[in-house]
């Protein structure tokens, strides 16, 4: 691998781009290659223990949250944002070790499992132009259409939870997939269990989306609560135009709606910021319905949420919305991600700078005072502040927030513009330049 194309490691990163590769600088040092390719230690720094979930890290070193799926997504980035091939040799690496290592895998959800898996082999497979990849990505998918198992309600599914922690997130994976492999079955299998969900969507007490947060605070949430299944449920209708789903939909994010807090032009949902539960993920809903319907008053309460987040002083003044917290499931690098794609969706200047005072923020507190890169220390687990944690992966650490500031790094370059790489939940445009701005002139 050659030298990253950076200033003296002892000097700070100044941009969104520097600030990434530095990520990647420390994201390398955790590197573990073995027969089946290269993982990552989820927590190779000894000073805090990993954001990682409980059990043995080899049920989670594939994993899209704090595996090598997330962190082969994020060094296919961080390629097509420098121009350094290098990176691609540890993207490639990293889908050796998913290739090699799938099979060992039962849990098939979107974040901790298969339907991640296939997302970073087609990935893998379509920038690196390896079709083994897109092989392992085909079986990959086979598997989890063969597991689905059929309920007593006549319906079908997995693990029979809606939410996009579990059967939601899988029905995203195959809609992905189906699209990105050419395998309409996918979408089939992924519609009728979607069918199932809307059957069953209805407001209940669901575990919370993080260890940071209680079940109540997640409800009306993203990852476990009722926005989530609502954006699944419109991501379904502008995949099938039955009106039944966009009605599920609209059930939903009434109900969101109703436990909202109005003032004057900004709202807030839940007492969480993040992606997870609070006004980052819950915005992705309204935005979704607005790009399935049109309806201009979805896209009102995405402006609302992002005035309530700006409004609260976050991450500048650490809140109970937004704590000491860096990485993409609640914390900054999830805002930027929520205001790099309201600004692509709507040209509006306010967003965009906003990201970027965001990105500063996020710069300034990483650690890389010994030269190996950039790490964010952070306590994930709201409730036990003082259990600090740095971390390489996609959710919780290094490489979610990498992507993140490559996200912004994209933005506004209207004369070169870049595909960005937006996980099946992100609804926001993947070229981050509003369409005007793409349009050249007549003549």
């Known amino acids: 691998m050659g030298p990253d194309p950076i200033r003296s490691s002892d000097e700070r990163a100044e941009t969104p781009l520097t600030a990434a590769i530095m990520a990647g600088r420390w994201i390398r040092t955790a590197a573990v290659d073995d027969e089946s390719g290269r993982r990552w230690r989820a927590n190779p720094d000894p000073l805090g223990r990993s954001a990682m979930p409980g059990g043995p890290a080899s ?34 690496a990293g889908a050796r070790y998913l290739a090699s290592t799938w099979r060992r895998q039962s849990d098939v959800s979107l974040h901790h499992g298969l339907a991640g898996v296939v997302l970073a082999l087609t990935e893998a497979g379509w920038t690196l132009g390896e079709e083994r990849f897109e092989n392992a990505a085909v079986a ?5 259409v063969r597991s689905a198992r059929a309920f007593d309600d006549g319906g079908i599914g997995w693990s029979g939870d809606v939410t996009l922690r579990g059967d939601g997130g899988v029905v995203l994976g195959l809609l992905r997939a189906a699209a990105a492999l050419g395998v309409p079955a996918y979408e089939e299998v992924a519609v009728e269990a979607g069918r199932r969900i809307t059957r069953l969507a209805a407001p209940r007490e669901r575990p919370a989306a993080c260890p940071a947060l209680s079940a109540e605070a997640a409800s009306p949430g993203f990852l476990s ?4 299944t609502a954006f699944l449920l419109a991501r379904l209708y502008g995949a099938t135009g039955e009106e039944a789903f966009l009605d599920a939909a ?3 994010a009434g109900l969101v709606r109703a436990a909202g807090v109005l003032t004057g032009e900004s709202a807030t949902v839940t007492d969480h910021l993040g992606y997870c539960s609070g006004s980052a ?11 399935v319907s049109g ?6 309460w995405v402006r609302r949420l992002a005035r309530g987040v700006r409004e609260s002083g976050a991450p500048f003044r650490q809140t109970a919305g937004l704590w000491n917290v860096a990485c993409q499931c609640c914390g900054t690098a999830g805002l930027i991600e929520l205001y790099v794609g309201l600004w692509a969706a709507t040209g509006e200047q306010e967003h965009l700078e906003f990201a970027r005072r965001l990105a500063d923020h996020l710069i300034g507190r990483a650690t890389g005072y ?14 036990r502040p003082g259990e600090v944690s740095a971390d390489t992966g996609y959710l919780t650490g290094a490489a979610g927030i990498g992507a993140a500031l490559l996200h912004l790094d994209a933005a506004g370059q209207a004369d070169r513009p870049r595909r960005v790489l937006l996980l099946p939940d ?5 070229i981050p330049v509003p369409a005007v701005a793409l349009r050249r002139p007549a003549g």
């Not at 964010?376 to 409730?383: G, I, K, L, N, S």
Request: aromatic share 14%; net charge neutral.
């Open 250 to 252: 609209r059930r939903g």
């Open 426 to 430: 992100n609804p926001f445009p993947p």
């Open 59 to 92: 049920l989670h070193s594939a994993s899209l949250h704090s595996g090598a799926a997330g962190i082969v997504l994020f060094f296919l980035e961080l390629a097509a944002g420098t121009g350094h091939e290098a990176y691609l040799e540890d993207a490639r």
């Open 295 to 300: 309806d201009g008053g979805d896209l009102e």
């Open 370 to 383: 010994d030269g190996r890169g950039y790490r964010w220390y952070q306590a994930y687990r709201r409730h």
């Open 140 to 144: 990959v998918a086979d598997r989890i």
């Open 281 to 291: 993920g819950i915005a992705r809903m309204f935005y979704e319905l607005y790009r």
């Open 225 to 228: 609560g009722i926005a989530g």
